[in-house]
């Protein structure tokens, strides 16, 4: 089981990882504008989203910034995408942002 971690600098790329292993992306966030990062579904028999939180700048001041960890889990072989959205969740604007690997996952 291995580790991948993933950031801004792999925005549309591609990912090669295998059965067990664990995809982590961190992107930068600050919650306190009101945008977050949201996942768009998988597809589940090759990767399962196991977590997604938030962690706030070591200042830990209020209204600071920080990164959105999402942990995914490769379950099985096969293709898919993973894409986030930065946006309002209750604007109906287009995001301000998008973050999308491709990620192959073999046995």
Do not use: C
Request: charged share 20%.
């Amino acid at each position: 089981m291995a580790e991948i971690v993933v950031g801004e600098g792999h925005n549309g790329g591609t990912i090669s990882a295998t059965a067990g292993d664990y995809i982590i992306i961190r992107l930068p966030e600050n919650p306190t504008t009101g945008f977050q990062w949201r996942a768009e579904r998988t597809d589940i028999e090759v990767l399962e989203l196991q977590s997604d939180e938030f962690t706030q700048a070591a200042s830990g001041a209020i209204g600071s910034s920080g990164v959105r960890i999402l942990r995914y889990l490769a379950k099985g072989a096969g293709d898919t995408s993973i894409t986030l959205q930065l946006a309002r969740p209750w604007e109906a604007n287009a995001p301000r942002s998008q973050f999308k690997i491709q990620v192959t996952v073999s046995r």
